[in-house]
């Protein structure tokens, strides 16, 4: 999984979008419209999915194989 990025069109700084996506499902999906509230701006930004790009976000996810929880012993 990935976030959804796009570029401040004020500011130029790259903004997550919150929406979380896999990068080949991204580019496969159909051109999409979004709107994004801007911290920097404090204002919301439209935009296209051709405009963003994902940005993994998942290298902590692929270390915890087993999905077994910390503190096993603590019941
Ligand atoms: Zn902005």
Redesign the pocket.
Known sequence: MGMVMIK????GNA?PTGIEMDRDRFQCSAVFFSRTY?R??A?T?EWFAREAWVYETVLANRRSGGGQPFGSGAA
């Open positions: 401040c069109p004020e500011t903004i801007c920097m701006c204002a930004h």
